[in-house]
């Protein structure tokens, strides 16, 4: 186990541009002010390369959906820089900031988010629709049969299992060929069956379509499917590991929460 108090957990000081798909600068998050100043982040950077797969872990109240949030421009940093690719997010707001996530950034959730009266093409190419865009009819039939769901376009959310509609908000977040994905808990409504799928097919698609996906979860097992995992302690890195067991996650964990 490596701890990261010299080193942060990823590749530092390497420009933009050089296969980096998303890279976190020294960047602190604080929420309100004075005495009761609370700060979720600390002095966290990180670097991940294009097509890597990683988890994010830590014990409850470390920072994960602060970390999340900051590095999908869902909120900015009160200190420090953000780049998804080139682009520095932290500079961008507004309009700007949410046609950049829009175009650059995909999101899995644990509720799947699919809206009930529309079919499941057209939940998977609403992103492109509400950014006035059209679908590429050849990436959408790649990308459904990629995810198992080429034969289920036409049905409703309804008409699908949990791990079927986990499968098209998948789809839904690759549309737009983002840069990075970020899935917050996606198997936590799965049975343990369909969340090995869902997460063979996330590991699937980092290493054959270089996609580059952060994932936060509790659970050691979900972690252990992923390239590398990132712990998070009192809003700092606190360590990482590539290709660790579910037991070997769970023990850092443990050490981590004592
Ligand atoms: N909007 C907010 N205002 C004030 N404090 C916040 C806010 N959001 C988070 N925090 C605080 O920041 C710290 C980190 O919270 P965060 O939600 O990122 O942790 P987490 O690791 O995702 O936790 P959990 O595993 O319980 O979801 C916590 O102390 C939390 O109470």
Do not use: C
């Amino acid at each position: 186990m490596r701890k990261a108090e010299h080193q942060p957990a990823g590749v530092t000081g390497v420009p933009a541009n050089s296969g980096i798909a998303l890279r976190l600068d020294s960047v602190q998050k604080q929420y309100g002010s004075g005495p009761a100043t609370l700060t979720a982040l600390n002095n966290v950077s990180l670097a991940l390369y294009q097509g890597s797969f990683t988890a994010i872990m830590g014990p409850s109240g470390s920072g994960k959906s602060t970390l999340l949030h900051l590095a999908s421009g869902l909120d900015k940093p009160t200190r420090g820089s953000v780049h998804v690719g080139s682009t520095d997010i932290s500079q961008l707001s507004g309009d700007r900031l949410t046609q950049f996530r829009r175009d650059h950034v995909g999101f899995i959730f644990q509720a799947y988010n699919l809206l009930p009266t529309l079919s499941v093409e057209q939940n998977i190419t609403l992103p492109l629709i509400l950014g006035g865009k059209s679908a590429d009819n050849a990436w959408l039939e790649y990308l459904t049969n990629a995810v198992g769901i080429g034969a289920l376009l036409n049905r409703r959310p309804a008409e699908l299992s949990g791990g079927q509609q986990q499968r098209v908000a998948i789809a839904r977040a690759l549309i737009s060929h983002p840069e990075v994905v970020f899935a917050d808990e996606p198997t936590g409504a799965l049975d343990s069956r369909s969340a090995r799928a869902v997460l063979d097919l996330l590991w699937h698609l980092a290493r054959e379509l270089n996609q580059t996906i952060v994932m936060v979860t509790h659970d050691p097992v979900v972690a252990a499917a992923s390239q590398r995992v990132i712990f998070l302690a009192d809003g700092q890195l606190a360590g990482y590991r590539d290709g660790g067991t579910a037991a070997e996650i769970s023990d850092f964990m443990t050490g981590l929460e004592a």
